[in-house]
């Protein structure tokens, strides 16, 4: 940061083998848009406005996922930038912590390949959207 502004940046993320990216922008804070998972697509996630947290599941039936599965919880924000990598076989979904979140999600398909290996769960099929007392 200097008298120009300031530039954050993630130096160590390869974006080799990446086709596409979009947005997301949730209507709330604490609003939870999940679960969307790829048999085949990779994402990588960061969140480049506000704060944001991602969970992700491996999943091991498709069709009739166990509601035990492990979540893994990672929070993302703005301020210290950084990216999150999602693998094929993995389920993700997001929760916005602050006004004005704006979630980048990267994808190694393109549209049309990513159509068949769409796989959507409700909300609360696994439930981490809530705070960890520590």
């Not at 990216?21 to 480049?48: C, I, M």
Request: glycine share 6%; charged share 25%; hydrophobic share 40%.
């Amino acid at each position: 940061m200097d008298d120009r502004g300031s530039v954050a940046f993630v130096n160590g993320a390869s974006l080799a083998g990446f086709v596409r990216f979009y947005l997301v922008r949730n209507h709330a804070r604490q609003f939870v848009r999940a679960w969307h998972g790829h048999k085949r697509e990779r994402k990588l996630v960061s969140v480049v406005a506000g704060t944001a947290l991602i969970c992700c599941v491996k999943i091991d039936d498709w069709d009739n996922p166990s509601p035990d599965l492990e979540v893994e919880r990672f929070v993302l924000s703005a301020d210290k930038p950084a990216v999150l990598s999602i693998p094929s076989g993995f389920a993700n979904g997001s929760q916005s912590l602050r006004d004005g979140t704006t979630i980048c999600y990267f994808s190694d398909t393109t549209i049309e390949e990513a159509g068949p290996d769409d796989f959507r769960y409700p909300a609360r099929t696994w439930d981490p959207w809530h705070v960890v007392e520590r």
